[in-house]
């Protein structure tokens, strides 16, 4: 008898206590406690260095990945510890971290967390929650962040980024996660965000973002340009790739950023168009690189010579319908 045809066990028997038992060993061999201990501590720091009274010195960096850890408290006492990482391991809960206030670098990625939350850690540069089970960006405001990444996820909406802390930020990486909207990163001197593999339709609240150098949207759901406007004068690359923009007229929206240099459009319904390349070096005569080649000396004359005929149309078009 195979295993699916076996008979079902009648409620309150011996044997259902048995499966039961047995089912929650598996559970606890999955995931069995595994907090880390003082002699892995030991094998874990290195770089010794002068304490911040500079009388002593005590270690500075934990390297304690892929140690299968349910619980780091023991790190409460490590106060010194600058350079902490503690990726591929079980965590659940990182607010033992709280007592490091000399941390610069935190790196959690592919645990079991749910929440990034952190006191404000006055000297924080660098934080990376990647592939984990995070629902809220809560807990993150720390003065001097710098770069900050959350790819693959569970963030629905890009929410509590206060930009009077994070004044210091230039790197939002929010890849992978279930964003519908790109509203909500209010923050003031970043320069490049990622935020493609999500559910966006367009772009939107983006025009505070003055600095914004980078922005990549690949592999979302938008089919129209709507959202840029030229208060982010300084947006230089533009990734698309891998989205649903068929009619290629709406790349016109983008002559509002003075600066765009290179982009990327491959994978469109608008990229199949024969015409594609040209037709978007005639839009954004300023382009220099597409789908990461760049435009030749020969395009680019095509590209004018046709951008002058139809603009003397137009102009004809204009005087026939004054008189």
Avoid at 52 to 72: F, N, Q
Avoid at 201 to 227: P, S, W, Y
Avoid at 287 to 296: F, M, S, T, V
Avoid at 299 to 309: F, S
Wanted: aromatic fraction near 4%; charged fraction near 30%.
């Amino acid at each position: 008898m195979s295993d699916d045809e076996q008979m079902p066990v009648e409620e309150g028997s011996e044997d259902e206590s048995k499966v039961t038992d047995e089912l929650d060993e598996v559970v606890e061999k999955d995931d069995p406690e595994k907090p880390l201990s003082e002699d892995e501590v030991c094998q874990c720091v290195s770089l010794l260095c002068k304490t911040g009274d500079g009388l002593s010195h005590a270690y500075v960096k934990l390297d304690a990945r892929d140690r299968e850890l349910t619980d780091i408290n023991i790190l409460k006492t490590y106060i010194h510890l600058r350079y902490v990482d503690v990726s591929k391991n079980n965590l659940k809960d990182i607010s033992a971290l709280n007592a490091l206030t000399h941390m610069l670098v935190l790196k959690a990625d592919q645990n079991k967390l749910t929440s990034a939350h952190l006191d404000e850690m006055p000297y924080l540069q660098s934080a990376s929650f990647n592939y984990n089970n995070i629902k809220s960006m809560a807990g993150l405001n720390h003065p001097q962040l710098e770069h900050l990444a959350l790819n693959y996820n569970e963030i629905t909406e890009i929410t509590d980024l206060d930009p009077t802390k994070l004044a210091r930020l230039h790197t939002l990486e929010l890849r992978g996660n279930k964003l519908t909207s790109t509203n909500g990163v209010s923050v003031p001197n970043l320069k490049n965000l990622f935020v493609a593999a999500n559910v966006l339709k367009k772009v939107e609240g983006l025009e505070n973002l003055h600095h914004l150098a980078t922005l990549h949207l690949r592999d979302n759901q938008i089919d129209v340009m709507d959202g840029f406007c030229d208060s982010m004068k300084n947006l230089q690359y533009l990734n698309m790739r891998g989205n649903t923009l068929t009619n290629i007229k709406e790349v016109k929206k983008l002559q509002c950023l003075p600066i765009l240099r290179a982009a990327v459009f491959k994978d469109n319904p608008c990229a199949a168009e024969d015409d594609y390349r040209l037709e978007m070096l005639i839009a954004l005569r300023r382009l220099e690189r597409l789908d990461k080649d760049e435009y030749n000396d020969d395009e680019r004359t095509e590209a004018e010579e046709i951008y002058e005929q139809r603009r003397q149309e137009e102009l004809t078009q204009q005087e026939g319908n004054e008189k």
